[in-house]
């Protein structure tokens, strides 16, 4: 599976241009009107500029809306506040929004994405939804992703799509995460109480007094606010993804950002993509497993920065399951890297030495091209 990256040698809003993996996260208030209901030519508006963006990209949509939806449906006068109403509310609206998105993003498929907190919690679970998102953008389809409402309780939930959107843009490796809102990016104090309040361009760091000054929910209708969107941006730039708060009501906004213009506030990443993760997985985690390779494949994974395909493959050691940890050896037994194995122990023996084009004869089913991803590889010292 090859991934078009963006130019990492650009910086600054002109690196949007490059993007090609892009996550957007549509607020309920970028889809509805003052009163908080429905607006289908904001809705239709979105979803041509989405169409534009999503050619010759990659499209992930993070789209709240279910409960105003769902509110609208039942008739209700407002927002319920008890939990078991609000899952009623989003069970109501999420086939409403997805009809909505079906329609307006003809002629692209679309596929609606329902997660729990659990579902990125539990490494296995993480890699789960990884690959079914993973073949999902590589059959060119527009995964339409809302958090799980009606089974969603406090304890698991994200909570705000917001956090939502922050944690799908680091599992799909995104190069660019853009939150559309009601307002157009960041200010030094609430634009909505202090008028002369100074728009923010670009951040390069998200600091306390920012989070402080950016309070708590901000409308009746969304459920974040500028806070959660802050702490969505401060954890994806962590992670080396650039974030865009934007908003949504202004028509050609998304073309603007990615155009490079100064739209919305930018948020710098801080660190190189990976570099987090990988630290992560070199020291964080007990190996289950070994992977004895070949030379080749050796070379590849160190000096070229290669996924480890089952082809290098000579021995697997070890009882481990997809998503679990495991050291890469070569013949003299050295430990050059640790990765998150794509395949649990038994289906690797059978996959050891094969090609990419066998591993489907050898499995029974399509399974991944890469035995280790080089996204879920470290090297080590
Ligand atoms: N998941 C909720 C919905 O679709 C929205 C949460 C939020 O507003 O951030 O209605």
Aim: proline share 3%; aromatic share 4%; charged share 25%.
């Amino acid at each position: 599976m090859l991934r078009p990256v963006g130019d990492r040698l650009r910086t600054g809003r002109d690196a949007l241009k490059a993007a090609r993996r892009v996550v957007v996260k549509i607020g309920t208030n970028a889809l509805t009107n003052a009163t908080g209901r429905f607006h289908r030519p904001h809705f239709e508006g979105l979803a041509g500029e989405l169409l534009s963006l999503a050619e010759g990209r990659q499209l992930i949509v993070v789209s709240s809306g279910a409960i105003a939806l769902g509110v609208e449906r039942l008739g209700l006068k407002d927002k319920p506040k008890d939990m078991p109403g609000k899952q009623a509310c989003a069970a109501v609206g999420q086939s409403r929004l997805m009809r909505a998105w079906e329609e307006a993003l003809q002629p692209r498929v679309v596929a609606q994405v329902l997660l729990t907190h659990s579902d990125v919690q539990d490494r296995r679970r993480y890699l789960n939804a990884r690959h079914a998102l993973e073949r999902l953008i590589d059959e060119g389809v527009v995964p339409v992703i809302n958090e799980n409402d009606t089974v969603s309780v406090d304890e698991i939930k994200f909570g705000d799509n917001d956090t939502l959107a922050g944690l799908v843009a680091g599992l799909v490796s995104a190069d660019a995460l853009v939150i559309l809102s009601d307002v157009d990016g960041l200010y030094d104090a609430d634009p909505r109480k202090h008028p002369g309040a100074k728009w923010i361009s670009e951040v390069h760091e998200v600091t306390r007094a920012m989070l402080a000054a950016a309070g708590g929910a901000g409308s009746q209708v969304g459920t974040g606010g500028m806070a959660t969107k802050l702490k969505s941006a401060a954890r994806v730039t962590e992670l080396g993804i650039r974030c865009v708060i934007a908003k949504g009501h202004a028509p050609g906004t998304l073309g603007r950002v990615f155009a490079g213009e100064a739209v919305g506030t930018l948020f710098e990443p801080r660190s190189t993509r990976l570099d987090a993760r990988r630290a992560w997985i070199a020291h964080a985690l007990k190996p289950k497993g070994t992977l004895v390779v070949d030379a080749g494949a050796r070379d590849a994974v160190r000096q070229r920065n290669k996924s480890l395909l089952p082809s290098g493959i000579q021995r697997v050691e070890g009882s481990f399951a997809l998503g679990d940890p495991v050291d890469l050896t070569d013949a003299s037994g050295e430990v050059f890297a640790r990765g998150l194995a794509a395949y649990g122990a038994e289906e690797l023996k059978k996959l050891a030495g094969k090609k990419t084009s066998q591993i489907e004869a050898a499995l029974g089913y399509r399974g991944l091209d890469e035995a280790v991803h080089k996204d879920d590889l470290a090297l080590l010292d």
